[in-house]
């Protein structure tokens, strides 16, 4: 997959995120950059604290960015923006939250819920035409009419989320920050919102930031994968690429941490674990190098060249 | 056996395939929660709200129709020592048979207790309900901008340091005593700085769910901070806004009353509970009619308020509503 070619969404570079002041200041996101592709799914992996949600805020900008710029189509959305261009990108930016039951109001019925995006940009000709959006779009998520009218507590947690991703579509967006989306839901349904998700992609064109944890999940979705760790991208690749050849150790354990549904393989499998004190970064600095094919590590020039060996091997 | 046999031709003919409606299972069996007639439903399953609410009505009736035709007037027989401080048997006995005026006795200007305390019901009653709403619209519009901006809360919070240091009673009676003891000053002079605090302890309550995830998500859909308030933090503080009330309401009865009895209550030309009391205290022994009657109608005001305020708010908390 040759992406050169294709134009970029989004791109962040040189991302910082620090929360707190002073001493007690503490970096979140660490100068990540990445770009996203028109159309394509990029997933965020990495374990809980490594900074994927962060990520995901800071691009819809509840979490103000510290250092480094976030463009959207070219224009700069990161910082101070012209209320124009603010209302323009949060029409165009959505996101997906992890939690069903903790994202909707539940004092709300849902047809505000849905709703509500449509009032604010005033998305609609008149009563009559928001209603058809509404109840065109829950029908889209494979919800009934006669939900509008009820509360969201009386929904199953699968249902909730179809709610929230009914209330991302009917603004029409280009992008969409999907934060571990599926994580919260039940194992059986999950499926469900996964092709949900995939067939608004294939209708509507959209992009989406995928962010998860669980990486059988992730190679069902998404085009490619950027590995966390600890605020700091480790590794860059497509995702058959990051599959077939995971060159930095910490890719390597996300990918033997995967559950092998055989009981008796999965006994025996043998379980890789990363700890950072397996680079020596003392006398020479790592980065982010580029080894083609989109796949980028994080390393020192010497690991480069050892990652390059595995990767090319047997070829050339 | 043959005739069960004729029937059941064939495996293929016993099953078949059924629609498999994906909308059916979406489908929601539960009556439909509308959250006010919850409320109510609560709220009426204690009867002893029924019960309450009968008492408070007759009060209310009492209080703001009565005044009407029972005219109060504390000097009528001012003239006449005679009158002074007579007991109900008294009282009923010198005015010729019974009447509802001289029921409760006469007062130590030969006034009637009972016209002096319907009186002034109304205007305690009246006093609580204007504070209470001044305060409380003002309080909770100005907590919830305060709770939900940093920039506001960095400003209110200075204000209010300097503000609720000064003693309460003393910035009354200064006020009282620069504005006149009218009904309305009394009011200015409750109102004036009585909403800081309330807007302090909603602040407290809209910081607490300000950061929930559902008004993350409103901010993403770019809803304006106006439409956060009033749609995703006030309706989850109404049990909080009624739990209030019921705390606010009896407390200006109470502290009209502790302002009259300290001497910097209403005029004398406003009747009311608190001056009554204030003048009947020393007659305490000698003549308990003219101190215990107002004090028994003070205190019924303020505690059928009270537990009326509270049950409402334990109602209009949806956890009941099971």
Known sequence: MESNEKKVVLSVRNLDVVFGRGKKAFKAIDNVSFDIYEGETLSLVGESGSGKTTIGRAIVRINPCSAGEIYYKGKKISGKLSRKDDRDVIRKIQMIFQDPAASLNERATIEYIISEGLYNFHLYKDEKDRIAKIEKVVRDVGLLQEHLTRYPHEFSGGQRQRVGLARSIVMEPE???????????????????????????????????????????????????????????????????LFQYPLHPYTKSLISAIPIPDPIIEKEKKLFVYSPSMHD???????????????????????????????????? | MSEQNKVLKSEDELFRFID?????????????????????????????????????????LVAFIMPIYWHYDPNENVTNAATYNLSPKEAIQYFGGFSFKWMLGSGNLGNSILYGIVSSARTSLLLAVICAAINMTIGILVGALWGYSKKVDA????????IANVPFILMVSVLVYIIGQGFWSFVFALTVTGWLFIAFFFRTQVMIIRDREYSLASRCLGTPVSRVITKNILPFLTSVIVTLLAQELPSYIGMEVTLAFIGIGLSAAVPSLGRMIAQAQGAFLTYPWEFWSPVAVASAITIILYVLGQNLADASDPRTHM
Do not use: C
């Not at chain 1, 991208?233 to 497509?238: D, K, R, T, V």
């Not at chain 1, 003392?282 to 990652?307: A, R, T």
């Not at chain 2, 400003?155 to 300097?162: G, K, Q, R, T």
């Open chain 2, 155 to 162: 400003v209110m919070l200075v204000i209010y340091n300097i």
């Open chain 2, 20 to 60: 498999n409606d994906q909308f059916v299972s979406e489908k929601i069996t539960a009556p439909r929660y509308s959250y006010w007639k919850s409320v109510f439903r609560v709220f009426f399953r204690k009867k002893i709200n029924i019960v309450i609410i009968a008492f408070l009505v007759l009060i209310l």
């Open chain 1, 175 to 241: 992008f969409i920050v999907a934060d571990e989306p599926i994580s919260a839901l039940d194992v059986s349904i999950r499926a469900q919102v996964l092709n949900l998700l995939k067939k608004f992609q294939v209708e509507r064109g959209l992009t989406y930031l995928f962010i998860a944890h669980d990486l059988s999940i992730v190679r069902f979705i998404s085009d490619r994968i950027v590995v966390i760790y600890k605020g700091r991208i480790m590794e860059i690749a497509p995702t058959e690429e």
């Open chain 1, 281 to 316: 970064y003392s006398v020479e600095k790592p980065e982010l190098v580029d080894l083609g094919n989109g796949h980028m590590v994080f390393g020192s020039p010497s690991e480069i060249e050892k990652y390059k060996k595995i990767r090319f091997a047997g070829q050339n």
